[in-house]
């Protein structure tokens, strides 16, 4: 089974400063990893994800994370961030190679807000 | 816009009743996830269908079933509501099913149960 830890639960960050969301994952088996954003009142929507080759991830709206194997993490960045970017986000693994187990695994979001 | 839409958006009904989620994938998806948001709980999985057979559980409770239909679409039944089935209840569909796909969420149905 596996597991995800967003170590943040709150990130408050001024308008253009950068940004570091915190993942660490936890699996016995070869994993994809995954970053998802909540807008409010809305679904998830996929701002990137990992599945194999270059470990840094580039995503949508400038974000992106950099797999790392050896520490079990998948951080996400910004090099700067707008009032646009307040939202929660959601770090997610599910198996690579378990036909039948394709499920995400969410961790408990971090709430990004953006300071003007 | 995702692409998967979810009916109703909001459902209010008292303890001890009977309600379905409906869900309709995007255009040529197979495959369909249903997941639970609650504050205490957090995103939980609950269940997946691909083209109409169910393929994996979660935590779903035995008074929640689920089934995916000829023409794709899902609903997620839900039955004897306690207080503690309030939550947002996603679906999400996505092509193949396999893992690593892009699951796209629709955009929830709240569920209050008073």
């Known amino acids: 089974a596996q597991s995800v830890t967003q170590l943040d639960s709150q990130v408050p960050v001024f308008e253009e400063a950068p940004v570091e969301l915190r993942c660490n994952y936890s699996?016995?088996?070869?994993?994809?990893l995954f970053w998802y954003v909540q807008y409010p009142n809305q679904g998830l929507q996929l701002l990137l994800k990992?599945?194999?080759?270059?470990?840094l991830v580039k995503g949508i709206n400038g974000f992106e994370a950099e797999f790392n194997k050896s520490q079990t993490s998948f951080h996400l960045r910004k090099p700067s961030v707008h009032i646009s970017d307040t939202a929660e986000y959601f770090c997610?693994?599910?198996?690579?190679?378990?036909?039948?187990?394709?499920?995400?695994?969410f961790g408990t979001g971090t709430r990004l807000t953006i300071i003007p | 816009d995702s692409g998967v839409t979810q009916t109703p958006k909001h459902l209010i009904t008292a303890t001890g009743q009977r309600v379905t989620l409906r869900c309709s994938p995007r255009?040529?998806?197979?495959?369909v996830y249903w997941y639970q948001q609650s504050l205490d709980q957090g995103l939980q999985f609950l269940i997946q269908?691909?083209?109409?057979?169910?393929?994996a559980k979660g935590n779903i409770l035995e008074r929640f079933s689920a089934q995916q239909f000829p023409d794709l679409h899902s609903e997620l039944n839900l039955s004897s509501l306690e207080l503690g089935d309030s939550a947002l209840y996603f679906c999400?569909?996505?092509?193949?099913?396999?893992?690593?796909?892009?699951?796209?969420f629709g955009p929830g149905t709240r569920l209050t149960v008073l």
């Open positions: 999400a569909s996505s092509s193949l099913g396999r893992a690593g796909d892009t699951q796209y």
């Open positions: 699996s016995s088996v070869s994993v994809y």
């Open positions: 990992y599945l194999s080759g270059s470990t």
């Open positions: 997610a693994v599910s198996e690579s190679s378990n036909f039948g187990n394709e499920k995400l695994t």
């Open positions: 255009s040529g998806d197979l495959s």
């Open positions: 269908y691909y083209n109409g057979e169910e393929r």
